[in-house]
């Protein structure tokens, strides 16, 4: 790399640079002078050009690994994210979970391992799940029919569940899927029916497509929801010509349930006495000792005594 009038002094290139002078302000002072004028000679900017190329090669390769690896790492963040949330697992356990697999070597990076970001990966993942499901649903116009049901928040405010059933692809059997959780103003039918509508839209559907694939409406049996005159279901229903309104047979089967022991006699009693006997050996040690004792003594196998 050498060119005409460059050469390199054998003091710097053998790394012998030495001051001059007695006191050490003038040492000082020579060796700035010596620095200085290295820093303007030829030679020097010549050595800076081949540094900075070789280092802009090797930040590329350095940055194209690193990427490469904190994909990698992320990809297993994420993945034991999704784990947590698929098998209903508390958001405490995220921590635990980077952890044990720090303890078997396995490479999660540095970042991203707290239970909050853990609701961010789930948050992200869900939203994205949701806008394929939804991609695909509009695409092939499958039908699909909306379930509500009301609730109230931990925050005591009411609230309206919003469920899709749709086959995704047309092939598949339907699945039902939450699409919004919606805050309520107001429990009139025509506020509900109109959040219904804002949560439809909001997603991807427009009002011609819910025309051709919106074929039912399920809920509870409340009459702001599937009353006959005025509730959200006959609102739909004058809009949306020829869906099937539906009393939630969830619903149904608990309402029945809750009728059939009113009218059975001795059912009350029955469960009285269980949660008595429940109440008595579950809450204490020594009561549960004595009653293996006597299994024991008449060779009975005791299990453990569950709250009806």
């Keep these: 790399m050498a060119s005409r009038g460059v050469n390199i002094a054998i003091q710097w290139a053998d790394g012998k640079i030495i001051p001059a002078g007695q006191s050490r ?143 995704v692809d047309g092939d598949m059997e339907p699945i039902a899927f939450p699409l919004d959780l919606v805050e309520l103003d107001s429990m009139s039918a025509a506020h509900i029916k109109e959040q219904i509508m804002g949560c439809l839209l909001k997603n991807g559907f427009t009002v011609e497509l819910l025309r051709e694939i919106l074929i039912g409406f399920f809920s509870d049996g409340a009459s702001v929801m599937l009353g006959v005159m005025s509730g959200v279901g006959k609102l739909l229903q004058d809009d949306f010509q020829g869906i099937i309104l539906w009393h939630c047979l969830n619903h149904r089967l608990e309402l029945a349930v809750d009728q059939a022991l009113d009218v059975t006699g001795g059912t009350k009693d029955f469960q009285a006495f269980m949660d008595s006997l429940y109440s008595l050996y579950s809450q204490s040690p020594k009561n549960m000792r004595q009653l293996s004792e006597c299994a024991h003594n008449l060779d009975i196998a005791l299990r453990r005594i569950g709250k009806v």
């Design 25 to 167: 302000d003038v040492q000082l002072s020579s060796l700035r002078k010596t620095i200085c004028e290295h820093k303007n000679s030829a030679a020097h900017n010549e050595a800076v050009k081949i540094l900075q190329t070789a280092n802009k090669d090797i930040l590329l390769n350095m940055n194209a690994s690193s990427q490469e690896s904190v994909f990698k790492s992320t990809a297993k963040v994420f993945m034991t994210a999704y784990y947590v949330a698929k098998n209903n697992k508390p958001f405490t356990d995220f921590e635990s979970l980077i952890d044990l697999q720090h303890a078997n070597s396995a490479d999660l990076g540095r970042v991203l391992h707290s239970k909050t970001v853990c609701v961010d990966i789930i948050e992200n993942v869900s939203s994205q799940m949701k806008k394929e499901l939804l991609k695909k649903i509009i695409e092939t116009k499958s039908k699909i029919t909306v379930l509500a049901d009301e609730s109230t928040s931990v925050g005591h405010k009411s609230t309206l569940i919003v469920f899709l059933k749709a086959s």
